[in-house]
């Protein structure tokens, strides 16, 4: 073996070292971890709560997960008019982007859809509300995939036509597919999940969840 071909082999062997010792630091990402893409806001992210963006929570979430919709609830009463912890919503932006589980929830991709499509005509969180509210009856209903996602969007006086027409858009499935790319990249691997000002928080319960937005 000359000197030229120990050199490659050296190299070789440092490189394919230092791609394994990434792909473990990756992997092995523990919470608390730092996450640049949860610190700044896309322009197609769907945001409400406080303008200012100084704190910002961050929400992977499925809309046939029934930890989600439990997730939303307690979401909704933070935000309700007379609540207690309403103060957070002052001071914590709060975004929504889609992780829809579809290896195991077989309507989460089109419920996702149906939601972007309302974003279109900026019911976004109506829609919302909407599909965590009535997630019992639509995803053990028989009829055809997009028919409840197209009544929700007429209780919501929407646009069919257009409805009909974004909800299997390029613009709107690929919105979704951006979002679950990202969060496969973070290594995201459940929902809901939660990132607070990029970093990766464990919910442990949501008295706690409360306690440490109130805090901020």
């Known amino acids: ?73 307690i979401l909704k009463a933070i935000e309700a008019s007379g609540s207690a912890d309403f103060d957070i919503t002052e001071k914590v932006t709060f975004v929504y982007r889609h992780f829809p589980l579809s290896q195991i929830h077989n309507k989460a991709n089109v419920a996702a859809y149906a939601a972007e499509a309302a974003g279109i005509q900026n019911k976004f969180w109506e829609m919302t509300d909407l599909l965590f509210d009535n997630q019992q009856t639509w995803k053990e209903s028989k009829n055809p995939q997009q028919e409840d996602f197209v009544n929700y969007a007429k209780e ?45 928080v464990e919910v442990n319960s949501f008295d706690e969840f409360k306690k440490m937005l109130k805090e901020l």
């Open 156 to 200: 919501l006086k929407l646009d069919l036509e257009k409805f009909k027409k974004d909800i299997d858009s390029s613009e709107v499935k690929n919105k979704v597919a951006e979002d679950l790319r990202e969060a496969d990249q973070m290594r995201v691997d459940s929902t809901p999940t939660f990132f607070l000002n990029g970093q990766k």
């Open 1 to 73: 073996m000359n000197k030229n071909t120990i050199i490659i082999s050296i190299i070789s062997i440092l490189g394919t070292f230092l791609l394994l010792f990434g792909v473990y630091k990756i992997i092995n990402q523990p919470v608390g971890t730092d996450f640049p893409q949860t610190r700044e806001l896309k322009l197609t992210d769907h945001v409400k709560w406080s303008p200012e963006k100084k704190n910002l929570l961050v929400e992977y979430s499925d809309f046939q997960c029934p930890a989600c919709k439990n997730a939303h609830n």
